[in-house]
């Protein structure tokens, strides 16, 4: 089997590594393809798999890649009377706190 990309108007096939962004591939002879790293530049990428044998070859409905950016986060220390502790907030409207 082998896992392909949808570039222009042609199927290629996906080869495993470190790409030109910094995402990695990986499992692209493998029934999983993993995309490790994904940036938001891969959002609306088509994969799809081919799989091949003496009889014939027959290829999967095509699948979209969707890469939504991280929420910003930040670390601040805050110290009260009752002991110092440290805030994250991950966006806006929604913190964790250390107890």
Do not use: C
Request: glycine share 10%; no cysteine; charged share 15%.
């Amino acid at each position: 089997m082998q896992w392909q990309i949808l570039v222009n108007s042609g199927w290629v096939n996906v080869t495993d590594g470190t790409q030109s962004d910094g995402s990695v591939i990986s499992g692209s002879k493998t029934d999983t393809l993993t995309v490790t790293n994904a940036q938001t530049d891969e959002s609306g990428n088509d994969y799809w798999a081919v799989f091949s044998n003496s009889q014939g070859t027959i290829d999967t409905h095509g699948a979209f890649l969707t890469v939504t950016a991280a929420a910003p986060m930040s670390i601040t220390r805050v110290t009260t009377a009752a002991g110092t502790r440290r805030v994250w907030t991950v966006s806006p409207g929604f913190e964790m706190r250390s107890a």
